[in-house]
Each structure stands twice: as structure tokens, then as C-alpha cells.
């Protein structure tokens, strides 16, 4: 099986558990809009979570991954059986650092909420809520990045669904502290509280079984080894460089509490359905590219890691730019499915879809993101990432002053696209610039056919669903949930279709990875 084969098979791997997952975050999602609508209420409990999830994506998707996979790999390499020493050490150390982060978060709740959300003081007791629910949220943060190294050392190991299954349980348990304890007398923002916790508990749980088998065990001092050393040098700047980037979002944050109650929530609920793409198919080939550029990165001939790169671009462009199409068009039934019920109203939906429309435009450049940064860590690179990231996150926090005025919550979600688009054409200069051709050519014809058959598909779906069978919201949410999944199993078709007629590879690619050996 080729190496582009086999790489397409593990992203649909992860791919499979990853759309599991994203159905139990829409379930925790509706869960949390249908006990606190949109309002101070949600705009608390969703700025203090935000704070955590931040870390989490920093840790679990970039600067721990990006550290900690190239460096197991390299000890596979010269000392076949010692990864899992290693991985048990680079735990030690990473909840001997954690644990005091989490105590200075608690001690420090107050200065950072007023950091990020001093709008949130002119609502009475709204300021004073974020900064106690910021408190409880606070030790998720050793439990997530706990649970995203075993997860990395899964996946040096060439394991990726275990730990893509572990989200699953983390919303299942938001969904059910709701459930259960607030009908029990609980404030629902409590309950949801106890879940997110309970949640990260059943991460490391569930993935704990497994790293043992795999050889992971507790040998020695951390603080004596030498490839813990230099990874925990490498680890800073690359939390730092992926850490820019996610501070878009506490400075969004910033920007949208001072706007007034419910905003935060708008952008927050947006977000949520826009990542639901960048969430499944592209953070899935996001984990599954790593070893497989590390190793390349090994190699003194480097066409096999440029050719990886053109690769990966090619197939998150196949799975963002429909879905820019498709989140732009039907931006008002996904979040009316998804969200309008309880305290969350038809008002609410309006304000939230404007914002899915502007994040949609920033899809591609954010899939992107993601791989060239990748790429740079497979090469050991850690400035480059740090200096674009810290230049495009001066670029955001101006863009949103200047369009938060004319534009109000849609004028973060405008910045936070553009700010994507900046740091993914920045990355892939400096790469080129360093690697040589990246093969440009034959990546611009191929996402050109991409935007041709997506564009076909959009004419298709405008037709469906503003002319011949236009969306009702007073219908039930039975019949809602039907128009909205045949409509977008319409347009996935038709897409698909649009794209062979137009001969774009990554149809074959993408979808005939589980062709038999023989047949293929």
C-alpha cells in the first residue's frame, strides 16, 4: 500500500471517531443552549471554559504533538523498546510543571478574566460568576494535556482511534451532569461544570490501558534524561508559536465582551459548527501526517516530505472549500437545528449565523495552518511558526478594533478569518523559500477544480433550498433535522459529482483508500 494510500486510511480512522465525536459535541452544545440560552448565564460559563479548551487545543493539537512525536520517533530509531521510558518520563515532568500552573490559575482567576473579559464587569455579578467558574475549570488543564500525551505517544505508535474516541466521553459527560444534576437542584452552570471535569477524568481513563500495553512506564528521573531535556526546550516555543494563534480567541473574546450580553455566546456557538470541519477530516490528517513527516524529515532526500505537504493541502482542500460553500448557504438551519431550543431564540440564531458565514471564509486557511505547522516541527523548526504566529495576532487584535465598530460580533468573525488566511500565506512562503518547489502549480489547478465544483454544488443548493424548497423554522425539529441532512447530503453528492466530471484526483484519493490491494 503506498504511503499516500495508507496515510488517507488512517485519517479516515481518525476521521470515523472524530465524526462520533462531533455528534456528541452537537448533543452538548444544544445541551448547554437548551439550560442557558444565550445570555450573561452563557456568556460566563463559555468565556471560563474557553480558557481550558485554549490550553487544550495548544497542547493536544500543536505544541506537545509537535514536540513529542518527532522525539519518540528518533528513540524508536537508535533504541528500539526505550519510547515508552521516555513517554513515561515526559509525563512525570509534565505534571510536576502542570500542577503548578493549575495552582497559579486558581490564585490568578480574577486578573485573567479581567484581562480577557473586563466588558463582562458593567452586568452585575456577571464578572464575579466567569471568575468562579474560571477557578472549578482551571484543573481540566492537567487532566486534557495528561490525556493529550498519552495520546501522542498512541499515536508515534501508529494507534489514532483510541485516543480520537476519548472526546466522545468528555461531552457525554457535560451532557449527562446536565441532565442529571440540574433537574436535581444543581445551577445548570454548575452541573455542566462538574461534567467538563468528570469528562477529563474518563480521557486519561480510557487511554491509560492501552499506553501500558504499548511499553509505557515510569523508569528513572525526567530531569537526567537528555531527549526529555531537549524536548522540554522544544515543547516552550512550540506551545508559545501554536499558543499565538489560539489567543485569537481570547483576544476575540476580549473584543466581544465589551460589546455587551450574549455576544460571546454568538461567536462561541458559531465557532462551534464552523469547527466542526476543521474537527473531523482535517485535525484528523493533522495527527495522522506528524509520523509520517517526521520520518521523512529524517531523510537527506527530501521529495517524500514536500510531496506529503502538496498532499495534505490537496485533501483539506477536497473536504474545506465545499464546506465554505455549504456553511455560508446554510448558516441559519445548521444553527437553528443545532441550537434553537430553550432559553436560545429565532433572534439568537440570526445573530449566530452571521458569524458562521464570516468564520466559513477563513476554512481552508485554517486546515492549513495546521499542516505547514506541522511541517515545520517535523524539520525541528520552531521560530518560524513563533514569528508568523506573533505577527498575524498583531495583525488580528487590529483587525478587530476596526471592524468590531461598523460590524459588531461579525466583525471578530471577519478578523478571525482574514487573520488565518495571513498566517497560512506567510508559512507557506517561508517554507517554500527554504524548502524549494512545493509543487504550487499542480496544488493551485487542483484547488481551482476544487472552487469550480463547489461552486457547481452551491448553484444546486441555493436552487433546493432558497427556491424550490426553502427552509421553514416553524416546522418541527424532526422535519428540520430531515431538510437539513438531506440538503447536505444533496450537495455532498453533487460535489462529489462535479468533481470527477472535472477530473480532481482527490476523489479517488479520498474515497478509494479502502479499495482491496488487488482492485485498486
Not at 489560539?246 to 483576544?251: A, H, N
Not at 477544480?449 to 463547489?454: H, Q, Y
Request: proline content about 4%.
Amino acid at each position: 500500500m503506498s504511503d499516500t494510500r495508507k496515510l488517507v486510511r488512517s485519517t479516515w480512522g481518525i476521521t470515523a471517531w472524530t465524526a462520533v465525536s462531533r455528534v456528541a459535541g452537537v448533543l452538548r452544545d444544544a445541551t448547554i443552549a437548551r439550560f442557558l440560552g444565550a445570555s450573561a448565564l452563557s456568556d460566563a460559563f463559555y468565556t471560563a471554559l474557553r480558557l481550558p479548551n485554549t490550553f487544550r487545543a495548544i497542547v493536544g493539537e500543536g505544541g506537545l504533538p509537535g514536540a513529542f512525536v518527532p522525539m519518540a520517533k528518533k528513540v524508536e530509531r537508535e533504541r528500539p523498546g526505550e519510547e515508552g521510558v521516555y513517554a513515561g518520563r515526559m509525563l512525570v515532568l509534565l505534571v510536576c510543571v502542570l500542577v503548578g500552573l493549575v495552582a497559579a490559575g486558581i490564585l490568578l482567576a480574577e486578573p485573567i478574566v479581567a484581562l480577557f473579559a473586563s466588558g463582562f464587569k458593567t452586568t452585575p455579578g456577571k464578572f464575579e460568576l466567569t471568575v468562579r467558574l474560571t477557578r472549578w475549570m482551571f484543573p481540566y488543564i492537567l487532566l486534557v494535556s495528561v490525556a493529550a500525551l498519552l495520546e501522542a505517544f498512541l499515536n508515534s505508535k501508529g494507534f489514532f482511534q483510541l485516543s480520537a474516541a476519548t472526546p466522545i466521553a468528555w461531552n457525554l459527560a457535560i451532557v449527562a451532569a446536565a441532565w442529571a444534576l440540574a433537574p436535581a437542584g444543581v445551577s445548570p452552570v454548575a452541573a455542566l461544570t462538574v461534567g467538563v471535569l468528570v469528562g477529563g477524568f474518563l480521557q486519561i481513563a480510557l487511554q491509560g490501558p492501552a499506553v501500558r500495553r504499548l511499553g509505557l512506564r515510569f523508569v528513572g528521573s525526567p530531569f537526567r534524561d537528555a531527549e526529555v531535556k531537549r524536548t522540554a526546550l522544544q515543547i516552550a516555543p512550540r506551545l508559545y508559536g501554536y499558543g499565538v494563534g489560539q489567543l485569537s480567541f481570547l483576544v476575540s473574546t476580549r473584543t466581544l465582551a465589551s460589546l455587551g450580553d450574549a455576544f460571546v455566546t454568538y461567536n462561541f456557538c458559531a465557532w462551534r459548527v464552523t469547527d466542526f470541519v476543521l474537527g473531523g477530516f482535517v485535525v484528523s490528517i493533522t495527527r495522522a501526517i506528524l509520523p509520517s513527516l517526521s520520518d521523512q524529515a529524517l531523510e537527506k532526500d527530501r521529495t517524500a516530505y514536500r510531496g506529503t505537504i502538496a498532499f495534505a493541502l490537496r485533501l483539506i482542500g477536497f473536504i474545506t472549500i465545499p464546506s465554505t460553500v455549504g456553511l455560508v448557504l446554510l448558516a441559519t438551519p445548521l444553527i437553528d437545528v443545532v441550537f434553537r431550543r430553550g432559553r436560545f431564540g429565532t433572534e439568537d440564531v440570526d445573530k449566530t449565523a452571521l458569524a458562521v458565514g464570516f468564520f466559513a471564509l477563513g476554512l481552508f486557511a485554517a486546515a492549513g495552518v495546521k499542516i505547514l505547522t506541522q511541517a515545520f516541527y517535523a524539520l525541528h523548526d520552531t521560530r518560524t511558526p513563533v514569528f508568523v504566529a506573533t505577527f498575524d495576532l498583531a495583525v488580528f487584535w487590529g483587525l478587530c478594533v476596526a471592524l468590531a465598530g461598523p460590524m459588531r460580533h461579525a466583525g471578530v468573525a471577519l478578523a478571525t478569518a482574514a487573520g488565518f488566511w495571513i498566517n497560512f500565506l506567510a508559512l507557506l512562503a517561508l517554507l517554500r523559500k527554504r524548502l524549494g518547489r512545493l509543487g504550487g502549480r499542480a496544488i493551485g489547478v487542483g484547488l481551482l477544480r476544487l472552487v469550480l465544483a463547489s461552486l457547481g454544488m452551491g448553484a444546486i443548493v441555493w436552487a433546493v433550498s432558497e427556491r424550490l424548497l426553502p427552509y421553514r423554522m416553524a416546522w418541527g425539529l424532526p422535519l428540520r433535522i430531515g431538510w437539513v441532512g438531506a440538503v447536505v447530503s444533496l450537495g455532498t453528492v453533487a460535489f462529489v459529482a462535479f468533481a470527477k466530471l472535472l477530473g480532481a484526483p482527490e476523489v479517488d484519493e479520498v474515497l478509494g483508500a479502502f479499495r482491496k490491494k488487488g482492485a485498486a
